[in-house]
């Protein structure tokens, strides 16, 4: 899938190329109608993040494609960048300066990690480049970034306040949380420790471990010592597996419940049931019956599509939406003052680019509503507002349960 | 394209100031520092906590970072300066390692895995972005051109040649009357009085640091750089330094080429050529690329 | 603050099961650094090789735990001695610092090639996955009890072959004086080709236990090497027996600092074992020589 990838890249841009040569030798109507949009995505390909970066591209790449092959945007080619973040700031800086003054993009689309989106972030809205990020740290969105960033993850605030009323609408009384040493780790604690005891549960305790260890049974030790009902896994896949696991062989028979990009499908695959079951998982809703969502989930052939490449497929539409409703200038400063415009509102709901761009070019104002969700967003760069649906792990395969 | 040039300039540097630190206590007086990434991150935290958390002025964030990273050298030192030049390989890779884990746990003090963000920099946001980055370089380089003044002083000086005797053989310099341990603690206090500089110049330039920046892989870059541009020369460490980085950009463009691999593998093979390149150095050419070329001695 | 003693007692028993484990690399790295007189910081690769080559034996080639030991000895000791000749041999002339830091670009790229042949994904061992054992307010778990005992098997074979084969006696004349092993006719190359062996080998076996136990990637053997090698020099550097006190020391004092550190500090327990050791006994436990 990874070959797959590299070969859709290469592909991708010689076509975005060969496009925009025919492109170029077309009569001109009005100098820059012709010149291609250059876009930059900036993903972990390597790195601990590196197990979302390479569909994340390719969901991006392939709404690109779709615009070209429909006719661009305004009759101009979309034209994609991309570069390895690593998951890791210092490269990532050096990278997102080549995207910035080398390929001269308008917007940096997907950056995953807190970290790194924090320091590419001022590079980003000192040169007036639009900045679209999957990161969920809510100190992110209160940087002085002056609206040239968005984010389409929920905030810590928004993600654990539902996961809260989710976990009281179980009648748990007693919850313990076992973390990976992130920045949402502290948050999240926090806002467990408000929302619980409205519904009459507590937290009992809680263990931050360092993520790359590989064995974790003290920590477990330690939860099970506060003879918790409830234990929240809030960290990453490879660490989660280890720690069900750990809890399994431990002979604990609570309730567990955990992020859902953490225990996913492959954790499922990877672990036999009998230590999985049972196993509730929170995920950002997205929209699993917008047309959106179901042509993703085709491309990137699954039909359990990870919250990251549908809001990377969100972003990119976003974008092009935006550079289209300002009259095709692709600069960062046009899609920060246009994207809201498209993004929200009364106008018709349009749930991919191809529509929506067609629809601007009638003069209708639309309303694009995301694989990821309805895309919102407040003034500081947030969504409104995100379902987030909550399932169970049964017999290796995921149950629906409710959605908040 | 040019803003883009004198960011890797910059970052040019950057590295080599770590490579000059890294030259005193290794090229120049034979001990090893393969934790250097951790007074880097050390002095970055300092200045980024003193300018952000305490308001000082710039400037005065850099020279704390070089006083408190120079104590932390010298303390380093004095464990283990009458030891083999090993168990001072095993230790400084253990420090850059506890000085991660404290940065990423203790929240109240670094802000933990966030990182600290919205760092000052010299006139940064009184002017463009492009004249920024210019003004930076300018200054990285001025900071590079005055360490490189006193290293060479230093090597052309009666001390310097105290420290090249120890490194060839520290029990002969001894019995020579040379008081072995003070010279080894004060050379390793001062480079890692260096290091700390370039991680205070560093945390001023990007405005943001965290744990995540301060990986052993950029220890290896150094070393590289060192061993590619001339153990022992302080120009070569500057050479190197520019080398590294050429190299590192390099890379990205050339990958972008290369067939059929997907992205991890591309990204292993970047990382597998630093190591292989820092091999066929040390076997083919171990002096580098400017030999040391020791300083005549007056007859 | 009054500490259940169960709680001390559970957390003496898991650090006394992850020191064994740590035991078998602490001798691969010490007997190296006893015969060739530097530090071999390419261990770290060379017990992600013994982990990654157990996993095919196991997982592709559906064998049991036993035989992915065995499997792993043999490729990371056949690793280590190809590696030693081809990379680190022609750089010894040079000296024991140069040697180092050859060791540590070798292990940069080894750890690439595993990671270029196996991606960065965590990857499993095909165990059954059992409920662990618990007596009083203790538990352990089957795996482990299996990795003690194998681990415990390696230890005796080596002090075994050391103490009582003709190739292992060279082995320590020569760790003990190279030149009067010269003298002896013993050939200090050979010597070192099957301390190379052996103590990768060993290395490989660390893996294996580590990936019968938890999960294993690329970085499996980079994330133990602080704490094997804070066990080699506390127990101290050059000494085997030193190797096994030292680890099963780290492993508790790991263990322990739980009580009062936060567990994200785990590592750190190893560097600070090294620092009172050099500051207070630089030999080592058991160690003869500091110089």
Redesign the interface.
Known sequence: MLTRSAHLSRRTLLAGAAAAAAATSLPRVGGAQAAAIRLGTLNPLTGSGGSYGPSMRKAMEWVAQEVNAAGGVLGRQVQLFSEDDQTNPEPAVRAARKLIDVDKVAAIMGTWASAVTTAVAPLCWESKTFLTTVSGSDTITQLPHQGYLIRTQPNTHLQIGKLGEFLVSLKVKRVFTLAAQTPFAVPSQKRLAEILPKGGAETVGSVIYDKDKTTFRSEVDQALRAKPDMIYLNGYTPDCTILMKELFKAGYTGAKVAQGYAVNAKLLGSLPNEVTDGTYTATPSPSVESAGYKRLAKVLGTDDLDPYSCQCHDHISLVLLAIAHGKGEATGTTIKDHVRNISQGNGVKVDSAVEGLKLLAQGKAINYEGASGPCDFTESGDILDCKIKFEQAQGGKFKFVKLI | ????LV??AT?ACLYALLALGLNLVWGMA?M?N?GLVGFFGFGAYVSALATRRGGAPITAGVLLALVLTAVAGAIMAL??A??????L???T???S??VR??A??E?WLTN????I??IPGPWRGRVT?ET?NLIFLAVAAVVVVLVLAVLQRVRHSPYGRVLRAIRDDDQVAAVAGKHVIRFKVEAFAVSAGVLGVAGALWAHY???I?P??F?P??T?YI?LAL?AGGTGNNWGAVVGAFLVVFF??GT?FITAVV???????????R??L???S??VI??LR?SGLLPERLPRVAS | MSVPLDEVAQLVLNGLVAGTMLAVPAIGFTAIYAVLRFPNFSLASHVTIGAFAGYVANAAGGWPAWAAVVVAFVVAGAAGVVTDQVVLRPLRPAGALTTAIGAVALTIVLENVVRFGFGNDLRGYELPIRRDWQWAAVRIGPQQVENLVIAVVAMVAVFAFLAFTRTGKAMRAVADDPTLAGLKGIDAERVARLTNFGAMGLAGVGGVLLGLDTTIDPLTGFRVILSVFAAAVVGGLGSIPGAVVGALTIGVAEELSLLSLAPAYRTAVGFVAILLVLTLRPRGLLGERAY
């Open positions: 394209m040019d803003n883009y960011a890797m970052f034979g090893i393969l464990i283990t009458r030891l083999r030049g090993d168990y390989a095993i230790i890779l253990g420090f390692e506890v884990l404290v990423s746990n929240i933990g895995t966030d990182g963000s919205g972005p920024f990007t405005s943001f965290a995540d920046v990986v892989l950029l290896i070393v061993t590192l950009e990205r067939p059929g691999l997907g992205a991890v593998q591309v990204a292993a093979l990382e597998g630093i190591g292989v820092l091999l040390l076997r171990p």
